[in-house]
């Protein structure tokens, strides 16, 4: 490559990097008002056209990575998910502007602005078929729906347009058009490109006059140029300056105003710990041991994997279920008639995500509350054909249960609530399924339509690989070894070591510790919050000083064994057993 080519893509993808992050902070601006968020549903379409097992291999090294880096995932995997879909948008657009000054020449440097308009509109266009296919806009049939789409539509073609005006200004800066060189007569010299000749020759000048021997004019002229080039210069990186400070003001002001701004609307919950109801292992003998994780998760703790960035927002008032496909009485209920006019079920669930390494935070404990879904799919009358129930959701997620389980387990329900308050948007307001015995891969959240289908259809995670069943994997996880609160006991001491184990609706019959490779002991279990929950277990070892490893094992309710091998969560689960080193030293 030329040095003149590599000169205008290094400054090209200076360039771009500074115009992207204030074309980024504009758009972040404009979706704070309810504009539509091209960023965000750029990612989000990239994961759903992106074949399965590249969307898998992005979500496992994204996880191994925080983990590696010493990160909780539960509180930062939404925040690297937001950055890599800045990522999706920056660099495409910083490559557009080395790409730009690569294809623009110096010599049509007086229409960069207008090659760079274009660029800009064809960009505007991209991102507003990008917006219209995950479906960002505002509904037509919303209040001022119209007016608002079209208020979107040109806010991005505007903001676009502008970002491509910029980046032809900034090349017109770097490369400003050279001024026509002086006319001359017929046969004279051509002094500009050789102004030694009058000097070194003595040849008469067109006037007939002799050219003198001092070198001043060649000095002045030198002077001058270097002058000009030293305007041109110093202009073009205060014009460069300039306009990189004005892309990092937009950036830090757009997430700023993004933070002071950010508000979850919908239902709120108040960050209790008790439920609303008693809890039905309260006088259980076993206790906790201190830094095992809590019985019950708090709602605004409870982990959020799914596949959007932001939480979808619904209009509740507005919004409808509607039961189709092969019922003899399709129907569209609302928000009231599912809450009000359907038997309530409160039951406590552990909800675990497929993609939860052993020991990992993808897990939590809270009430469910809502009608089974057998009662509200009577009502439709299901026709004898129909096998299974087709669950879509606002966001695009789709999911199938078999309709002899729903008929046949009422603990299969329409969740409408969570610690007695009504969902959030981050967990599925207005409405979620709950489906015992299996991951959260199969639990659709932001319900809109239930369709009774005779065939089955692959959900959204099956589709892309992974479990059919995806049935929740015995799993045992060490929590804690607390070695702050030794038990003195018939002139012993013991270590307590607490942890949680879970195998779904199956239940735990037994959970074993074992300590540096010795016999497996048994542990003490904590009576669970209900047949749908995890337990808490607690093994109090006695004390030796040094470094010791800690295992743990657990056997579902029909004495099955969790599987110890290891394997990774994709595609039906993590397993293996769960260890701890600990240096246990004298007080």
């Known amino acids: 490559m030329k040095t003149g080519a590599v000169s205008r893509s290094l400054t090209g993808l200076a360039a771009g990097a500074l115009l992207a992050a204030a074309l980024l902070g504009l758009l972040g601006l404009g979706s704070l008002i309810g504009l539509p968020n091209v960023v965000f549903a750029l990612f989000e379409l990239l994961v759903r056209v992106l074949p399965g097992r590249v969307v898998i291999f992005g979500l496992e090294a994204t996880l191994r990575l925080l983990e590696g880096l010493g990160f909780n995932i539960k509180d930062t995997t939404k925040t690297v998910e937001v950055a890599l879909a800045l990522m999706s948008v920056f660099v495409p657009v910083a490559v557009a502007g080395l790409l730009f000054f690569l294809i623009v020449v110096p010599a049509n440097a007086s229409r960069a602005r207008h090659h760079g308009g274009v660029l800009g509109l064809l960009l505007g266009v991209a991102f507003l078929v ?50 026509p060189a002086p006319s001359r007569a017929p046969g004279a010299p051509d002094i500009a490109a050789h102004p030694e000749a009058r000097v070194s020759s003595g040849e008469p000048t067109p006037l007939g006059e002799v050219a003198p021997l001092a070198p001043a004019p060649e000095a002045s002229t030198t002077i001058g140029r270097e002058q000009k080039a030293d305007v041109v210069l110093i202009d073009r990186r205060h014009f460069i300056i300039r306009m990189g400070g004005l892309a990092a003001t937009l950036v830090v002001l757009g997430a700023e105003v993004a933070q002071v701004l950010r508000v979850e609307s919908g239902p709120r919950v108040s960050p209790v710990v008790n439920a609303p109801i008693p809890f039905p292992n309260a006088a259980s003998p076993v206790r906790p041991v201190p830094g095992t994780r809590s019985e019950y998760t708090p709602v605004p703790d409870h982990f959020r994997v799914d596949i959007n960035l932001t939480p979808r927002q619904i209009d509740g008032d507005a919004w409808r279920l509607r039961i189709s496909g092969l019922v003899a009485r399709p129907t569209a209920l609302t928000y009231e008639n599912v809450t009000q006019d359907y038997v309530s079920r409160d039951q406590f669930v552990t909800l675990a995500c497929v993609e939860n390494p052993i020991g990992g935070p993808f897990i939590g404990t809270t009430l469910w509350s809502g009608p089974s879904l057998r009662d509200v799919l009577a009502d439709a009358q299901p026709l004898p054909t129909a096998r299974y129930a087709h669950v879509l959701s606002d966001d695009g997620f789709d999911e199938v249960i078999e309709l002899a389980a729903i008929q046949s387990d009422p603990r299969i329900i329409l969740a409408h609530a969570w610690n007695g308050q009504p969902l959030t948007p981050a967990h599925g307001f207005p409405l979620r399924v709950y489906v015992p015995d299996t991951y959260g891969m199969r639990q659709p959240k932001w319900i809109t339509e239930i ?72 542990a003490q279990l904590r009576q669970p919050l209900s047949r749908l929950t995890w337990v808490i277990w607690r093994y109090e070892w006695p004390w030796q000083e040094g470094r010791h490893v800690f295992a743990v094992r657990a056997y579902d309710g029909q004495g099955r064994l969790e599987t110890t091998d290891v394997n990774p969560a994709f595609p039906a689960g993590a397993t293996g057993i769960d260890t701890e080193t600990v240096d246990i030293l004298r007080s």
């Open 130 to 179: 990008v917006v219209s296919v995950e479906g960002r806009q505002v509904s037509l049939g919303a209040p001022g729906g119209a007016v608002w789409i079209i208020v979107g539509a040109l806010w991005i073609l505007g903001v676009c347009v502008a970002w491509g005006w910029t980046l032809g200004r900034l090349y017109e800066a770097a490369y400003p058009a050279s001024a």
């Open 451 to 522: 369709a009774l289908v005779a065939d089955f259809i692959p959900g959204y995670w099956v589709k892309r690989g992974w479990d059919e069943r995806s049935q929740v994997r015995t799993t045992s996880v060490i929590d804690t070894v607390d070695t702050t609160a030794l038990i003195a006991r018939g002139g012993r001491t013991y270590v307590p070591v607490g942890g949680i184990a879970d195998a779904g609706s199956r239940g735990i019959s037994k959970v074993e510790v074992q300590v540096d490779g010795g016999p497996w002991e048994p």
